[in-house]
């Protein structure tokens, strides 16, 4: 990846050439500042600068440095542009290469900790625990096992608008070509955490999701290619960029019922856009196809 950040950001992080300038909350906070490219061009680079050195021990003054900004400065910078801190913004992107090691070559457990900068095997396996809810080895053969599946296969239909009992909305696809996605509701500015609830759904179609508990939930999704498998979207490499969407606005959820439909907008996503933790959830939903199927198969003799 070095040497191709540098065009590519600077033409990202221009908030007045791209096309979905309506959609993007970050870029709404910028625009409001005479600062704010500048300031997405340096998180940009700090994100390239750890995705190039993932596999070093990294220091919040080196990623500074790369964003060409004093330490204090640069992490309230990072964090008003991606929503989270630089250092849970770094442990997504490694937990990611890990995944992806996994699950497309044959290393060690203890070969997978270095690569991606862990000095401590220890510290490796709480932290992929913590965010897939397996250990590494653990999630290797859950995925041999389940990682087949087609995605568009764990879309639900789920009740009728009219009938549903929790938030409504949907999830459009970048020039309305219909795809896949998935859908998590997350609390405020917590997209690193579980969301509270999590579908595969189609684009362009009124979704109903279960109730959730009274507050305020971030609608995200990711979008999937087409004929993409449980183990394509775990395996992704972090330096593809796919589609991302944010809703416009907060779901609120009031007395058990939310005020206003959501929509969320695909777009082309950016490097500095916040890590979302899907892992869990995703194959939640694998495991959950796998005893449908089995228990709607008949016994034998």
Known sequence: MKGHSAIQWRTEANCLKCDKIGLCSTVGRCLAES???????SVAKAVDYMIEHLSEPIQLSDVARAGTLSPFHFHRVFRDVTTTTPARFLTSLRMAEARRLLLVTQKTVTDV?????YSS??????????????????????VEQIGHIPVEELVETGPAPSAAAGPIGTVTSLHGEPCNALLGLFRMNRPQE?????????????????????????PIAVAVGPNSTVRDVLAAPIGVLGRIGFGYTPVTVAGGRCRHPFQVALRRQRRFDPPVEFTRPLLSLARRRVLRISHSTPAIG
């Open 194 to 218: 579980l969301p509270t609830v999590f579908h595969a759904v189609e684009t362009n179609r009124l979704v109903a999701l279960p109730p959730v508990a009274d507050g305020d939930y971030e």
């Open 113 to 117: 900790c270095t690569s991606i900068g």
């Open 35 to 41: 600062t704010g490219a500048a300031r997405i061009t």
């Open 121 to 142: 095997l220890g510290t490796f396996i709480s932290q992929f625990g913590k965010l897939t809810g397996l250990s590494p080895r653990r999630f290797r053969c859950v």
